[in-house]
């Protein structure tokens, strides 16, 4: 007979309960640790804020406070402006950590090659609480591939003024080694200059002491030249004293001589003439009446008497004045 027809019916449904029974306790408590480790059966809130991307996170990334994984990513949508929206699912009971001041960043997880996440930064209590529904800011990370190439460029730079430097210490020291050359051959060069110094030196000394010999003799020759000044300016103004009396004289003999000329050569020339028409009217006379011998002579003497006339203020001959004889 086989086994399972001496088994009866009520164990039959014993062992079947069992079996039922225990996958379904097993299940719950699965159910019971997993929901205890991702807080399903804790009270939850939702709150959002706001970035200019997604940054690589998902729905369900975790989001922690001050280390410690408070909530997860609940949906991400875009806004009006093309920013990324994030719902953040928080258990209630760290509802009293986040205020007002609070500001979500963007996070690895494992430093810097981890999954992303969000970390709130709590804020004071002074603030007010966010309520269910509120809106936290956000500060955006640092694009460290933007950061990396700015260092770079930086670096490059910096090498640039490097290989610059360079040169210029490689010019410096040819420089340098042209300078020494330079000194070397002056250094070479210097014996002969000094002795050309200590010439030059003595010289200076001998012609010092030569002007200070010679300087007595030109100083008494100046003081001698002095005085000869001193003298002839003497004399130049005693002549200068003298001026004024002979140009007094002069300026008498000058009015004297333009009285003169203005009163007494006018008269005599008028006179002068006169008597040259007399005595070309006597010669017509004589020539047509007496022998010009006797009428020359008469002519002669009727030019000294008319010349001394003249001279005396008197009035000149005429021809029909001449005397009867």
Avoid: C
Wanted: net charge negative; proline share 4%.
């Amino acid at each position: 007979m086989h086994y399972a027809h001496r088994i009866s019916q009520a164990r039959i449904h014993q062992i079947v309960g069992w079996f039922v029974l225990l996958p379904a306790l097993i299940l719950g408590g699965v159910l019971f640790v997993v929901g205890n480790n991702q807080d399903l059966f804790e009270a939850k809130y939702q709150i959002s804020t706001v970035f200019s991307e997604g940054f690589g996170l998902r729905v369900g990334y975790p989001v922690t406070l001050l280390g410690l994984q408070v909530g997860r990513i609940d949906s991400i949508e875009f806004t009006d402006q093309n920013n990324a929206r994030f719902k953040l699912k928080l258990l209630k009971k760290y509802q009293d950590k986040i205020r007002a001041n609070s500001v979500a960043r963007v996070e690895k997880s494992g430093g810097l090659i981890g999954d992303p996440q969000i970390e709130i930064t709590p804020g004071t209590k002074s603030q007010p609480i966010v309520a269910d529904g509120g809106h936290i800011d956000s500060d955006e990370p640092l694009d460290l591939t933007a950061e990396a190439k700015a260092m770079l460029d930086t670096v490059k730079k910096t090498l640039a003024k490097v290989d610059g430097i360079a040169e210029e210490v490689q010019s410096t020291v040819k420089t340098g080694h042209a300078a020494l050359t330079h000194v070397e051959e002056a250094s070479a060069g210097l014996p002969e200059v000094m002795g050309n110094v200590r010439e030059t030196s003595a010289t200076i000394k001998r012609a010092t002491q030569n002007i200070s010999t010679e300087v007595p003799a030109l100083a008494s020759n100046v003081r001698k030249t002095l005085n000869r000044v001193g003298d002839v300016v003497e004399d130049v103004k005693a002549s200068t004293a003298k001026l004024p009396p002979m140009l007094d004289d002069v300026k008498g003999a000058t009015e004297d001589l333009k009285g003169l000329m203005h009163d007494g050569v006018p008269p005599l020339i008028q006179s002068a003439q006169g008597t040259m028409e007399d005595v070309t009217e006597i010669l017509a006379g004589a020539k047509k009446t007496f022998p010009i011998s006797v009428f020359a002579a008469r002519g002669h003497a009727a030019r000294v008497e008319g010349a001394a006339g003249a001279t005396s203020g008197l009035r000149s001959l005429r021809a029909d004045e001449l005397p009867q004889e």
